[in-house]
Nanobody, 124 residues
Framework: QVQLVESGGGLVQAGGSLRLSCAAS????????MGWFRQAPGKEREFVAAINWSDRSTYYADSVKGRFTTSRDSAKNTVYLQMNSLKPEDTAVYYC?????????????????WGQGTQVTVSS
């Protein structure tokens, strides 16, 4: 059973930085794509970023490109989302997600596995 546990959320001022972590367990993730999604109050969940575990290729939503970076540490079975230059509109619950071998459009991606989410609040 795949388990994903996020951590690192919190309250930060606009322009600040946070790093989210996603500890993954229950599988060998070498063939998985790991993703980050977020859901703001009153809005639908949206894709933020993804990383292919095997070749480390990354993909980003236009709204975070150039500000957010995702990476993974195989030794720790952990995926990270480094968020810089945060804006109040980045305020949301952030979720880690995973699916084996996904190759479709990330904006329409509904991963098989999800974490419980971590709150990120950016004050103006």
């Amino acid at each position: 059973q795949v388990q994903l546990v996020e951590s690192g959320g919190g309250l930060v001022q606009a322009g600040g930085s946070l790093r989210l972590s996603c500890a993954a367990s229950g599988r060998t993730f070498s063939s998985y794509v790991m993703g980050w999604f977020r859901q703001a109050p009153g809005k639908e969940r949206e894709f933020v970023a993804a990383i292919n575990w095997s070749d480390r290729s990354t993909y980003y939503a236009d709204s975070v490109k150039g500000r957010f970076t995702t990476s993974r540490d195989s030794a720790k079975n952990t995926v990270y989302l480094q968020m810089n230059s945060l804006k109040p509109e980045d305020t949301a619950v952030y979720y880690c997600a995973a699916e084996r071998g996904y190759r479709g459009n990330y904006y329409y991606w509904h991963p098989d596995y999800w974490g419980q989410g971590t709150q990120v609040t950016v004050s103006s």
